[in-house]
């Protein structure tokens, strides 16, 4: 089909989705590079299913232990504790993608989980970054202020601020999702569809809108709180100042390493064909790769609790605390007496080593 006949469809008020999405393939047989897209959906596979088992093991482990170790005077720090249920939440969604990437994205799940499933990922990764922003305001606020009013009121602006945080990512997917359908005639697609007269003004506004809520705003916050910190515990001179400061550049290198692609790609493809016009061999290999870093997004559900907490010290007494709650105390006796034995019989010998004077 021709470009004429293309444009004609579409101010006639076309709207037959499954012609359309062959007119807009065929376009592209003409510049195919021949990447391979059997082995691009294995890879897929394997990467959501590492993403999936590391991530959900260490978010649960981060729940567990935060909530094992609760109590009134040593209170769980809220950000980290809901950060990773958001976390959690993303990767609890991630079988429908990797079945959906090896079924070649047709959607067999009906229209509903069409939309609840799109709506509860965004809504947890919405959720989970400004989690992540407002603990890089709180670290800087609690080195820096001296405010009795902050000290008296913090565990609360903590909980306000959380609730806040959950609403807010709640009603931010709600435009994109509301437009989410499922069509296909040959196969079910779980798709975006705006109407088709405005589609590119619906696109232009939710793509600046996410780069916006999704990233600008929240990185520029955490870069900023996270520098001023990583600059108060420099002037410190804290023996492990060096230490946290290159862990706090982590926060940020990692945020920025995990979501920057994806919006510039994203921003790319919305202004293509209005604003920019790209060579078609070169629009085949950026839809190819598209997949791979919108999942290369998930990769923070897995290296946040890392970050905020594996590499902690005081999260690894946690953890310790927690597992030994669940050992029998015999247990912990009959081991505590065999590693006094075995401390003294290593005494004697030593004792008995030593050369006479």
């Not at 596979?45 to 260490?58: A, K, M």
Request: proline share 4%; net charge neutral.
């Amino acid at each position: 089909m021709e470009d004429s006949d293309a444009l004609s469809l579409l101010h006639d008020g076309y709207h037959n989705l499954t012609e359309l999405f062959h007119l807009l393939n065929s376009t592209f047989t003409y510049c195919h590079l021949g990447l391979d897209d059997n082995i691009k959906r294995v890879f897929l596979f394997v990467l959501y299913l590492i993403i999936f088992v590391v991530g959900l093991v260490e978010n649960l482990l981060v729940i567990w232990v935060n909530w094992q170790t609760r109590s009134h005077k040593n209170l769980v720090n809220l950000y980290i504790f809901n950060m990773a249920i958001a976390d959690l939440g993303a990767i609890l969604s991630l079988p429908f993608w990797m079945l959906e990437a090896m079924l070649d994205y047709a959607w067999h799940w009906g229209d509903f989980l069409c939309r609840f499933t799109h709506y509860f990922y965004y809504a947890n990764m919405y959720s989970s970054i400004y989690f992540l922003t407002c603990l890089s305001v709180d670290r800087y606020v609690s080195l820096t202020t001296s405010s009795p009013f902050w000290h008296r009121h913090q565990h609360l602006i903590r909980r306000i601020a959380c609730c806040c945080i959950w609403a807010f990512a709640a009603i931010v997917p709600l435009p994109e999702v509301a437009h989410m359908e499922l069509t296909g005639t040959f196969q079910p697609v779980c798709f975006f569809m705006a109407p088709l007269e405005t589609y590119s003004a619906w696109a232009l506004t939710l793509t600046i809108l996410t780069a916006l809520i999704g990233f600008l705003i929240p990185f520029s916050i955490m870069a900023v709180f996270n520098i001023l910190t990583a600059r108060h515990i420099k002037h410190s001179n804290k023996p492990e100042g060096r230490k946290h400061c290159r862990l706090i550049y982590a926060y940020i290198i990692v945020f920025l390493v995990t979501w920057l692609p994806f919006h510039l790609m994203l921003f790319v493809f919305t202004l293509e064909g209005t604003s920019i016009f790209l060579h078609c061999y070169l629009l085949d290999f950026l839809y190819f790769f598209y997949d791979i870093i919108d999942c290369f997004v998930l990769v923070h559900c897995v290296v946040n609790p890392i970050l905020y907490n594996f590499l902690s010290k005081n999260f690894r007494g946690k953890l310790i605390s927690a597992v030994v709650r669940y050992i029998p105390k015999d247990q912990i006796e009959q081991r505590g007496k065999e590693g006094s034995s075995s401390t003294q019989h290593s005494i004697v010998i030593t004792k008995e080593n030593i050369p006479p004077n």
